[in-house]
């Protein structure tokens, strides 16, 4: 009987492999979109594994160090949010409410972490930088994820928000706010989406909004899609007036 063959120069090679288990064919460029598809799915699986229904959404730097009074500031909001919006009770329709953050340190970390403390979820929105971006040690485990694409992240932050609450911050953070702000004033955000921007005085020195306004770039109502707090309180309390749980 004639020996067969050798074919495993065949077996060896990258064309051979199965896709699912060929992580250079799934790097590659024409996998992007498979790729974006399974950032959205994963993140997507957890999310309701854990049935979470709502989250309010907590942006600000990430250079704010443990102590300083945003820090503090956002650990209380965190804590009392997580206490009186529901994120505690876990109805058949789900957890509402949920604190979810972009899952690194500074302001994320405090909002986290003030909800972890009194023993809600909580959720880490993380991204892939060059500088390699750490979770902090206070998302819940299953709820900390982390995405290469920041359009998908942003996507989830948006897709079960209740509201959102921003901090002092950076690019990063305007990024964010601008995001949400102009999904809801062209209304692919169809909802109401209460707006917070916390410490007053530094939200109306860095944004004077009224110069846009007198040069026709945006319109009246615009300037009613957020408000103000300075107090973790008193975001409670406009959020609470708004629906979102009981004070």
């Known amino acids: 009987m004639t020996d067969r063959p050798d074919n495993s120069a ?20 024409s ?10 799915a994963k993140a997507e699986e957890h999310l309701r594994r854990h049935t979470i229904a709502s989250t309010i959404v907590v942006f600000g730097s990430a250079r704010v160090k443990p102590g300083s009074p ?12 997580s206490q009186r919006g529901g994120a505690l009770i876990d109805r058949p329709e789900g957890r ?12 994320m970390e405090a909002a986290n972490r003030g909800a972890a403390e009194v023993g809600a ?3 880490g929105f993380n991204i892939t ?11 819940t485990p299953d709820l900390t994820f982390r995405f290469h694409y920041f359009a998908m992240r942003k996507m989830h ?19 964010e706010l601008f995001e949400l702000l102009t999904l809801r004033q062209t209304g692919k955000i169809d909802h109401d989406l209460p707006v ?4 007053r005085g530094f939200w109306t020195k860095l944004l004077d909004l009224q110069v846009m306004l007198d040069a026709g770039m945006i319109a009246e109502r615009d300037l009613k899609l957020f408000t103000y707090a300075d107090t973790a309180a008193e975001a409670w309390e406009l959020l609470a007036a708004r629906g979102l749980g009981r004070a």
């Open 157 to 175: 932050l948006a897709m079960r928000a209740a509201a959102l609450v921003v901090f002092p911050g950076g690019f990063g953070t305007l990024d």
């Open 96 to 107: 509402e409410h949920v604190i979810a953050t972009g899952g690194g340190p500074g302001i």
């Open 31 to 40: 996998m992007r979109g498979v790729r974006f598809l399974m950032e959205y």
């Open 121 to 123: 979820p909580t959720i």
């Open 196 to 199: 917070i921007l916390f410490d």
């Open 70 to 81: 945003w820090y503090e500031a956002a650990r209380a909001f965190g804590a009392l949010a």
């Open 129 to 139: 930088l060059p500088h390699e971006q750490e979770p902090n040690a206070f998302s």
């Open 10 to 29: 065949q077996k060896a090679s990258a064309a051979y492999r199965q896709p699912a288990l060929d992580p250079e064919f799934l790097l590659g460029d």
